[in-house]
């Protein structure tokens, strides 16, 4: 089959269409014919050699999620046959034409959706819920402060945020993308580059903060939170020193955590994948939540999907469409 290989660590360019052999599933994996793999900033990482792939995961195939057909099904599959329109999370291998996975972390494709759409959902649709609404213990009704609002991460965000019913505010870096984060139901767009989101906020303050940007931001968040604030971490792309004010977070009871999705165990995602399929997935058939795809790239042009996204310019998802 063939799959995008990490030749090396480096530009763009060190991604290369190889040929490698088929996976074969085992146990309770399901094999998936790939139509459309999601790309998401943790594959550009990886490329660059900042972020290694967990054990038992192969480091030189990216992909977080992909969507496809079932064609093969493990001896002890019980959810799946073949046939099946699914989509799934992964611990990378998703830049390939079939990828094996195990049952729990596959969901069904909601019947409006097509592949590519499909595809551009498990992992930033899994990482909002197990992030703001289980580990922020996000209620409908709080305040929630998105940082990169246009980010894959951020129009999901942003949508679920606001189909509970929850003020939503978010950051982005241009005037177009504050007006597509408000369209998709942002109560409040903050440009970072020409506003200080502290100075906009002292006044309101937010109960839950999802933050990928740390270093400087760590201060601003603490200030802005309201007593009995959750903040919450997915990664720390402008630094992850920082200095903590304990003070400040003893007499404000503030919590601070963080996770990443890609190490958990098995038990861990199949459980998330039950809670999405009960409170996201009928957001998708009642049209509170869509898919964002900002554009498809052939799987041939992985070159210039990873340069796309380096460039920051896109709204959404980027996707490699494994059919054309
Ligand atoms: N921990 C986990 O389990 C987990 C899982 C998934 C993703 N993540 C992380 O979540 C982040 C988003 O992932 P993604 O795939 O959705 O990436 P993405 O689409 O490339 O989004 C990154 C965004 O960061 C924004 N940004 C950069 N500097 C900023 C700043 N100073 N203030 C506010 N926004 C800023 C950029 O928007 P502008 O152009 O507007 O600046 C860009 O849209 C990545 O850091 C990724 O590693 C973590």
Sequence with gaps: MK???IT???????????????????????LI????SGVNRSDVL???????????????????EVAGVVVV????VTQWKEGDRVCALLGGGGYAQFVAVKEGQCLPIPAKLDFIEAASLPETVFTVWSNIFERGSFQPGESLLVHGGSSGIGVTAIQLAHAFGS????????????????DLGADLCINYKTQDFEEV???????VILDMIGGPYFEKNLHVLNEDGRLVYINAESGKDVSLDIWQMMV???????????????EYKKRLAEEVLKYVWPLIENGKFKPIVYKAYSYTDVVQAHQCMEQSKHIGKIILDWEV
């Design 73 to 76: 099904c493990g001896p002890d």
């Design 252 to 266: 404000k009871r503030l919590s601070i955590s963080g996770s990443t999705l890609r190490g958990r165990e098995y």
């Design 167 to 182: 003020r939503v505010i978010t950051t982005v870096g241009t005037d177009e993308k504050a007006q597509y984060c408000s």
């Design 33 to 36: 014919e790939v139509k459309a």
């Design 3 to 5: 799959a995008v290989t």
């Design 46 to 64: 990886q490329r660059q050699g900042k972020y290694a792939a967990p054990t038992n995961t192969p480091n030189e195939i990216p992909g977080l």
């Design 8 to 30: 090396e660590f480096g530009s763009a360019e060190v991604l290369q269409l190889t040929e490698i052999p088929q996976p074969i599933p085992v146990g309770n994996e399901v």
């Design 201 to 207: 906020l002292k006044n309101s303050g937010v109960d």
